[in-house]
């Protein structure tokens, strides 16, 4: 008998279904032109019905949905799906039986006609019968019909891989590896299911195992690397899991040194775990035996950069320099060695190393960039508001989103170093008007900087405007603590004294005067003695201090914060403050980590909670 292609089979199968459910409305002759409009069809409305129940938890009226549309359409793979995953969910096991037993005997009129993957098939159904068996409890029986099943398809490693899955979704771990391993020793296939075997093993606690089936997952393919660095990510941020996958990945890179791949891995995973010298080493390892030209270790610089080592993002951008990489990676690199010389506060070496950037590559995509950076020294620490302005202002005119916001928020910024408070609040009232009313992140910290703006020069009721557009957004906004306390500060009658004081202080932080902002800071929290106020005023007292580079009167300061408001909840935030100032002003690693290491067990759900882990992570390793 000559076989029907599949492509016209799986055609003429779905015409019915596609004319129950798309119907459209004859149009009458002479009548004049009508929209032609669609209806769905009653079996995808029990459909419908039936998944928004599911969602719901109700799996009877889900049931009584789905058997509506096989009642409609009784070959309809959703709909079969549908009542069983129902009747296994009520726990009605019998009805399930009765129900997959007529199914099959269906089946049997049709089975020439069906691929062995359809839902409605007799192999996938076998697979079910076995799966209900189980979930009652009798594994022999589920046995018997998925051996009966896999002897319907011979050397099919689809079909193998059907059964695995039902399997790791019972948790049967133990089952569903030995079946792997069986069909790989058998077919001497030894990479088959390294994917799913590496998820069991990890669901096992098994980390050196899931690493080594991860690897063998990434000679699958040239992209099989990626899927498997987000199971890495997925380990638990564990030291002795750490230990274990690092001496995994340590070993394979040893057995095979001249493959990028694993390298890639190995500096992916060194980077998760904190071992920042150590990812950096292996990218370099990695790009110099790939085809990456750089671009590899130069995304690790920058990343480097963000958490904050500039001595190994430095390092990590001099090395693709040295390569004389691609035209796009050369650029880069030198904006990143500028940047490194920006987070060092070598204002004046970086603020040089923009300009020959600008002076190499006129015509560089990310010369807006360089001369944002450029504008942010002559603002912040060359004082010069003047001539930063006209770089944000030229950056605004020309420059496009997200760098051009940022250039419309500090030319208003800058302004304001000038007093220019009105210039300041229209310059941030056009950001404003960039997203038509919507109340966006942006948005939110411009109507920030408007009421800030409002509340130095004494307009109260224009500074209550602005916060108040901003509580009218989300509560994600970064700016909407920060509105409802400023709001609690102009409310806050009969404390005008403290509200002049803050007010100066606030002024004095935004245009980077921390002497004054500590002094007037310490005046507001000494006139504020109890109350959310009084807890923000000494708080920032603290961060004012440090950043006049005076850690030690910080830390007097977050004492008496803590000492005077026990039970607040910026306490975490006070606590998370002293472990970063020992740690990174006073250099101090053994005690920042005790710190955060009792931080991580004090404050569990703190918001500083991942920072706090991984600058304990990152201290640790350093240490050791």
Same mark, same amino acid.
């Given at each position: 008998?000559?076989?029907?292609?599949?492509?016209?089979?799986?055609?003429?199968?779905?015409?019915?279904?596609?004319?129950?459910?798309?119907?459209?409305?004859?149009?009458?002759?002479?009548?004049?032109?009508?929209?032609?409009?669609?209806?769905?069809?009653?079996?995808?409305?029990?459909?419908?019905?039936?998944?928004?129940?599911?969602?719901?938890?109700?799996?009877?009226?889900?049931?009584?949905?789905?058997?509506?549309?096989?009642?409609?359409?009784?070959?309809?793979?959703?709909?079969?799906?549908?009542?069983?995953?129902?009747?296994?969910?009520?726990?009605?096991?019998?009805?399930?039986?009765?129900?997959?037993?007529?199914?099959?005997?269906?089946?049997?009129?049709?089975?020439?006609?069906?691929?062995?993957?359809?839902?409605?098939?007799?192999?996938?159904?076998?697979?079910?019968?076995?799966?209900?068996?189980?979930?009652?409890?009798?594994?022999?029986?589920?046995?018997?019909?998925?051996?009966?099943?896999?002897?319907?398809?011979?050397?099919?490693?689809?079909?193998?891989?059907?059964?695995?899955?039902?399997?790791?979704?019972?948790?049967?771990?133990?089952?569903?590896?030995?079946?792997?391993?069986?069909?790989?020793?058998?077919?001497?296939?030894?990479?088959?299911?390294?994917?799913?075997?590496?998820?069991?093993?990890?669901?096992?606690?098994?980390?050196?195992?899931?690493?080594?089936?991860?690897?063998?997952?990434?000679?699958?393919?040239?992209?099989?690397?990626?899927?498997?660095?987000?199971?890495?990510?997925?380990?638990?941020?564990?030291?002795?899991?750490?230990?274990?996958?690092?001496?995994?990945?340590?070993?394979?890179?040893?057995?095979?040194?001249?493959?990028?791949?694993?390298?890639?891995?190995?500096?992916?995973?060194?980077?998760?775990?904190?071992?920042?010298?150590?990812?950096?080493?292996?990218?370099?390892?990695?790009?110099?035996?790939?085809?990456?030209?750089?671009?590899?270790?130069?995304?690790?610089?920058?990343?480097?950069?963000?958490?904050?080592?500039?001595?190994?993002?430095?390092?990590?951008?001099?090395?693709?320099?040295?390569?004389?990489?691609?035209e796009q990676f050369m650029e880069r690199a030198e904006l990143?060695?500028?940047?490194?010389?920006?987070?060092?506060?070598?204002?004046?070496?970086?603020?040089?190393?923009?300009?020959?950037?600008?002076?190499?590559?006129?015509?560089?995509?990310?010369?807006?960039?360089?001369?944002?950076?450029?504008?942010?020294?002559?603002?912040?620490?060359?004082?010069?508001?003047?001539?930063?302005?006209?770089?944000?202002?030229?950056?605004?005119?020309?420059?496009?989103?997200?760098?051009?916001?940022?250039?419309?928020?500090?030319?208003?910024?800058?302004?304001?170093?000038?007093?220019?408070?009105?210039?300041?609040?229209?310059?941030?009232?056009?950001?404003?008007?960039?997203?038509?009313?919507?109340?966006?992140?942006?948005?939110?910290?411009?109507?920030?900087?408007?009421?800030?703006?409002?509340?130095?020069?004494?307009?109260?009721?224009?500074?209550?405007?602005?916060?108040?557009?901003?509580?009218?957004?989300?509560?994600?906004?970064?700016?909407?603590?920060d509105a409802i306390l400023y709001q609690a500060l102009l409310?806050?009658?009969?404390?005008?004294?403290?509200?002049?004081?803050?007010?100066?202080?606030?002024?004095?932080?935004?245009?980077?005067?921390?002497?004054?902002?500590?002094?007037?800071?310490? &005046? @507001?929290?000494? /006139? +504020?003695?109890?109350?959310?106020?009084?807890?923000?005023?000494? =708080?920032?007292?603290? *961060? !004012?201090? %440090?950043?006049?580079?005076?850690?030690?009167?910080?830390?007097?300061?977050?004492?008496?914060?803590?000492?005077?408001?026990?039970?607040?909840?910026?306490?975490?935030?006070?606590?998370?403050?002293?472990?970063?100032?020992?740690?990174?002003?006073?250099?101090?690693?053994? &005690? @920042?980590?005790? /710190? +955060?290491?009792?931080?991580?067990?004090?404050?569990?759900?703190? =918001?500083?909670?991942? *920072? !706090?882990? %991984?600058?304990?992570?990152?201290?640790?390793?350093?240490?050791?």
């Amino acid at each position: 008998m000559r076989r029907i292609p599949l492509f016209l089979l799986s055609l003429l199968v779905s015409l019915p279904l596609f004319a129950q459910q798309i119907i459209i409305q004859p149009q009458q002759p002479g009548a004049k032109p009508q929209k032609r409009t669609l209806q769905i069809s009653p079996e995808q409305v029990n459909i419908d019905r039936a998944r928004r129940e599911e969602q719901r938890g109700n799996f009877e009226a889900a049931l009584a949905a789905w058997q509506q549309a096989l009642s409609a359409s009784p070959w309809n793979p959703a709909a079969v799906q549908g009542v069983l995953s129902c009747l296994n969910q009520l726990r009605r096991f019998d009805d399930a039986v009765k129900f997959l037993d007529e199914r099959m005997q269906m089946t049997l009129v049709r089975s020439t006609l069906t691929d062995w993957q359809d839902p409605t098939g007799s192999f996938m159904l076998s697979l079910s019968r076995g799966e209900v068996e189980l979930q009652r409890g009798d594994e022999d029986s589920a046995w018997k019909f998925w051996r009966e099943a896999l002897s319907t398809q011979p050397n099919n490693p689809e079909a193998m891989r059907s059964l695995v899955s039902i399997l790791q979704k019972n948790h049967r771990w133990e089952d569903s590896d030995k079946l792997i391993r069986d069909y790989r020793k058998d077919a001497k296939v030894p990479g088959f299911m390294s994917l799913e075997l590496a998820s069991s093993l990890q669901a096992q606690m098994n980390f050196a195992g899931a690493s080594e089936e991860l690897l063998l997952y990434c000679k699958t393919s040239p992209t099989a690397w990626q899927i498997a660095q987000s199971y890495f990510s997925r380990f638990p941020d564990d030291s002795t899991v750490e230990r274990t996958v690092l001496h995994a990945l340590e070993n394979a890179v040893k057995r095979d040194k001249k493959d990028p791949t694993l390298w890639r891995v190995y500096s992916g995973y060194a980077m998760k775990a904190g071992r920042l010298a150590l990812a950096l080493d292996a990218t370099v390892a990695a790009d110099s035996l790939g085809e990456n030209g750089g671009q590899l270790v130069l995304s690790t610089a920058q990343q480097l950069l963000q958490e904050g080592d500039v001595t190994l993002a430095r390092k990590g951008f001099e090395k693709v320099l040295d390569w004389e990489p691609a035209e796009q990676f050369m650029e880069r690199a030198e904006l990143g060695l500028a940047q490194c010389h920006e987070a060092q506060g070598q204002f004046a070496e970086a603020k040089q190393a923009y300009q020959r950037y600008l002076e190499s590559h006129p015509k560089s995509p990310e010369s807006d960039e360089a001369r944002f950076h450029i504008a942010e020294i002559l603002l912040n620490s060359e004082n010069n508001p003047q001539a930063s302005l006209l770089e944000f202002e030229s950056i605004w005119q020309r420059g496009k989103a997200p760098l051009k916001i940022k250039a419309g928020l500090r030319a208003g910024d800058a302004q304001a170093y000038n007093k220019d408070f009105g210039g300041a609040i229209e310059a941030w009232s056009r950001v404003t008007r960039l997203t038509s009313g919507n109340i966006t992140e942006e948005t939110a910290d411009a109507f920030l900087r408007i009421a800030r703006a409002n509340m130095w020069r004494d307009s109260t009721t224009l500074a209550t405007a602005a916060l108040d557009t901003i509580l009218k957004g989300s509560t994600l906004n970064s700016a909407f603590n920060d509105a409802i306390l400023y709001q609690a500060l102009l409310e806050g009658g009969g404390f005008q004294g403290a509200m002049r004081a803050f007010a100066d202080a606030d002024y004095a932080e935004f245009r980077n005067d921390c002497a004054r902002a500590s002094e007037k800071f310490g &005046e @507001a929290a000494n /006139l +504020l003695h109890y109350g959310r106020l009084a807890e923000w005023t000494r =708080l920032s007292q603290a *961060q !004012a201090l %440090r950043e006049c580079g005076k850690p030690d009167e910080a830390l007097v300061a977050l004492d008496t914060f803590a000492v005077n408001f026990p039970e607040s909840v910026e306490l975490p935030h006070a606590k998370y403050l002293q472990a970063v100032i020992i740690l990174e002003d006073l250099k101090n690693d053994d &005690e @920042a980590l005790r /710190l +955060l290491e009792d931080y991580l067990i004090q404050y569990p759900r703190s =918001l500083y909670l991942e *920072q !706090a882990r %991984r600058k304990a992570r990152i201290l640790a390793n350093k240490i050791s």
